[in-house]
């Protein structure tokens, strides 16, 4: 079975950040967390399995 990766996993981290970021750029505050759903979703639907995503559900409220 898959575990949840925590650890640093992701090329060029900071890049990936700033990309992240100026995607919010011109949002208003109701758009921003729309977008940072739909992101949530896709990447959630990447990953696939529930196990993993309700994981990353517990992590996320323990941080």
Do not use: C, K, W
């Amino acid at each position: 079975m898959a575990q949840l990766v925590t650890t640093p996993n992701i090329d060029a981290p900071d890049e990936f950040y700033a990309d992240l970021i100026r995607s919010h750029d011109g949002l208003s505050d109701d758009e921003s967390a729309a977008f940072n759903a739909r992101l949530i979703l896709l990447l959630a639907n990447h990953i696939g399995d529930r196990a993993i995503l309700a994981e990353a559900l517990r992590a996320a409220a323990d941080t």
